[in-house]
């Protein structure tokens, strides 16, 4: 698409009520300054500065659906403790409905740690990270309450799957019985998504699943063209790339997206939840999956630009239209 159809395709992907379920995440990120190393061991000393949280995971997409102007519900389990209240409340501070959170007293909220050292102007630089997280699969009660949630109508349902326990077959069955629009970011478990209408996944999983190394054009395209036809998708697969793109196949075919040259890219991280919130909204819009990869891709880089999960505005995506050529 050129400029000014990308640019008008942005406008429509506002006002659409979108179900996100997964697995939720609290990002933690913890920062200091880097003044001397330890005597205990070869590692530097930060002395706190501030603390910072953000949603992550399956609440990383349900951000970006938010900020682009439609309705995002948030359905996943959450632990009765501190983490949990913080993660519905961040969500809610952005006009997610966040009823859909159910809170199972036996699982703790998973939060990730992560340590940051501020060294002079720089963006902080991560020094290590501290998960603490609960992949038991949910139980049959929080399953079928996720159930209940999801029987209200919904134009799409996008399953973000960070393999914590929440997408358990169960919970897939109660998106796959339902008439909206069935979206997945399978994280590997690509069989889990068969009939679905779209599923991203990137190139590691995809060789994973496939079980072969995936390295030239024609092995990515190969690779594209039989997920799609294995898994017997409605609209298409989205296999992404970084630097180099998305690859989509579906029943036009099998074709390459290239994503915009970018240098200035300082952290990768959600870019992969943005490319699903987008491909998401874009198909709802009336777009094509060609059409819908080729939006995601200018979203992303906008997402790698700043430092941890960032979900773009429409202002944001139509000024990275904007910035590259046709």
């Given at each position: 698409m050129v400029k000014s159809e990308l640019q008008a395709l942005v406008a429509r992907l506002a006002g659409w009520r979108v179900a996100v379920v997964g697995d939720v995440i609290l990002d933690e990120y913890l920062i200091g300054t880097a003044e001397r190393l330890s005597r205990e061991a070869p590692i530097p000393v930060l002395?706190?500065?501030?603390?910072?949280?953000?949603a992550g995971g399956?609440?990383?997409?349900?951000?970006?659906?938010a900020a682009l102007g439609s309705r995002a519900e948030q359905i996943g389990a959450i632990g009765a403790d501190e983490g949990g209240a913080t993660l519905r409340a961040l969500l809610e501070a952005r006009g997610i409905g966040a009823a859909g959170?159910?809170?199972?007293?036996?699982?703790?909220?998973?939060?990730k740690t992560r340590l940051m050292a501020q060294i002079g102007l720089r963006f902080p630089q991560q020094v290590a990270r501290l998960d603490r997280v609960d992949r038991a699969p949910i139980d049959a009660q929080v399953a079928a309450r996720i159930g209940e949630r999801l029987s209200?109508?919904?134009?799409?349902?996008l399953c973000s799957d960070y393999l914590n326990g929440l997408l358990t077959?169960?919970?897939v069955a109660h998106v796959r019985a339902r008439e909206s629009l069935r979206v997945a970011d399978a994280q590997g478990e690509l069989d889990k998504y068969s009939g679905f209408d779209a599923v991203k996944c990137?190139?590691?999983?995809?060789?994973?699943?496939?079980r072969r190394d995936l390295r030239s054009e024609a092995d990515f395209a190969a690779a594209a063209g039989e997920l799609y036809a294995r898994l017997g998708l409605r609209r298409g697969l989205c296999l992404t790339r970084g630097a180099r793109g998305i690859v989509v196949a579906d029943?036009?075919?099998?074709?390459?997206?290239?994503?915009?040259?970018?240098?200035?890219?300082?952290?990768?991280?959600g870019a992969g939840d943005t490319v699903v919130a987008v491909v998401t909204l874009a198909l709802l819009a009336g777009a094509d999956l060609v059409q819908a990869a080729e939006l995601a891709t200018y979203a992303a880089c906008v997402v790698i630009r700043r430092v941890g999960n960032y979900a773009p505005t429409p202002a944001e995506l139509i000024a990275e239209i904007a910035a590259h050529g046709d």
């Open positions: 002395e706190f500065v501030r603390r910072e949280v953000i399956a609440a990383n997409p349900a951000m970006n659906i959170l159910i809170v199972d007293p036996t699982r703790r909220t998973t939060t209200a109508p919904f134009d799409a349902i077959p169960e919970v990137n190139a590691d999983e995809a060789a994973r699943y496939l029943e036009s075919g099998v074709r390459s997206v290239p994503a915009p040259q970018i240098e200035d890219v300082y952290d990768t991280v």
